[in-house]
């Protein structure tokens, strides 16, 4: 992968961190309303509940965003951490933050692992 094309990614990273960070400071979303009625109390629970989930799926995206932009740092961007093959350049376009190649992307999705731990079940990614 040449350096302008990793310039190019570590932009594209940067730009979604910052996104991402401004969104997840605001807790408002999240803040526990009392109300008199019983339905706009199960509303309020169902509006926070989800927001929470927002909020941590922005953290997580968030974590690999930050891994990507290591990756970026010690030149292993750009290639799968479970079988040190090259990233195809359309799924980086897509997904910057891509860890893996997608043959290993979705083995640890059908079989549930966390695929940030790289490397810590590759039992269950070829089973």
């Not at 989930?53 to 290591?70: P, Q, T, V």
């Amino acid at each position: 992968m040449s350096r302008s094309e990793v310039e190019r990614y570590r932009t594209m990273l940067e730009a979604k961190r910052t996104e991402l960070s401004f969104g997840l400071r605001s807790r408002e979303d999240i803040v526990i309303e009392k109300a008199a009625d019983t339905l706009d109390q199960v509303q309020f629970a169902g509006e926070r509940e989800l927001a929470i989930r927002n909020l941590d799926r922005g953290s997580k995206l968030l974590r690999s965003i930050r891994n990507a932009l290591a990756r970026i740092e010690d030149g292993s961007y750009g290639v799968c951490l479970h079988c040190d093959t090259a990233i195809n350049p359309k799924r980086l376009a897509a997904v910057p933050w891509a860890a893996y190649c997608v043959r290993c992307q979705e083995a640890a999705d059908r079989y549930a692992f966390d695929s940030e731990a790289a490397n810590s079940e590759p039992e269950l990614l070829f089973a």
